[in-house]
């Protein structure tokens, strides 16, 4: 079993839709969880940063942590065609020296006009 | 601000032959760790520096190597490229090691023939 599990995509919605991302985990270590989006030739951009459970909004995007069910889920409403990327859950313990992120496989989002 | 910087952004080698691939992180920063993304996949830790030490290695054989220098710049150094390396190798910088976000340069895309 993978640390971090992705659904890959690719997901393809109409513009204006809800888009549902999610990741699951299984190390109980893991208290920070970040989403990134990757646009094609580009690094990854941070999107949402949150540390332990709970919900985070920002804008048309709200990243949510479940910690007792170890999943995450980012929540992007009104979608846009600029939105279309590949989104990438990340996730780290956060103790102090080591702390490589973990990251899932990244989900294809399509969002057509 | 300049964001995380990365040089060279394409580079082309042969089996055998050693690269160098260099990051400035962001202002200020003073960690930076090293990922390989090969397509299709999420990024792979593969080193973390902060305040010119190495703070965590990834599992990736003896052939890969970094440093950091006093300004917080750093080098990956891979010897003896198999094709299998061929992958984006993204530098993250953060301001701190330990829970602190992490922002990705664009990377630098490296193809062995």
């Known amino acids: 079993q993978k640390e971090v599990e992705q659904d890959p995509g690719p997901l393809s919605v109409p513009e204006g839709a809800i888009v549902s991302l999610n990741c699951t985990y299984s190390n109980s270590a893991f208290q920070y969880f970040m989403w990134y989006r990757q646009y094609s030739r580009k690094g990854p951009e941070l999107l949402m940063y949150?540390?332990?459970?709970g919900n985070k909004e920002d804008g048309r995007f709200t990243a949510q942590v479940d910690k007792s069910s170890k999943y995450i889920s980012l929540f992007i409403r009104d979608s846009q065609p600029s939105d279309s990327a590949t989104y990438l859950c990340a996730m780290t313990s956060g103790s102090s020296g080591n702390t490589p992120l973990v990251f899932g496989k990244g989900t294809r989002l399509s969002v057509i006009a | 601000d300049a964001g995380v910087t990365q040089s060279p952004t394409h580079l082309i080698k042969t089996r055998g032959q050693h690269v160098t691939l260099r990051c400035s992180p962001i202002s200020g920063h003073k960690s930076v760790s090293w990922y390989q993304q090969v397509l299709g996949q999420g990024p792979q830790f593969i080193f973390q520096?902060?305040?010119?030490?190495?703070?965590g290695r990834g599992n990736f054989p003896d052939r890969f190597s970094a440093r950091q220098f006093p300004n917080y710049s750093s080098e990956l150094n891979v010897n003896a490229l198999l094709l299998g390396d061929s992958a984006l190798y993204l530098c993250?910088?953060?301001?701190?090691?330990?829970?602190?976000?992490?922002?990705f340069g664009d990377g630098t895309r490296l193809s062995i023939l």
């Open positions: 520096y902060y305040e010119k030490e190495e703070r």
């Open positions: 993250a910088s953060s301001l701190l090691a330990g829970n602190q976000p992490q922002h």
């Open positions: 949150t540390y332990s459970s």
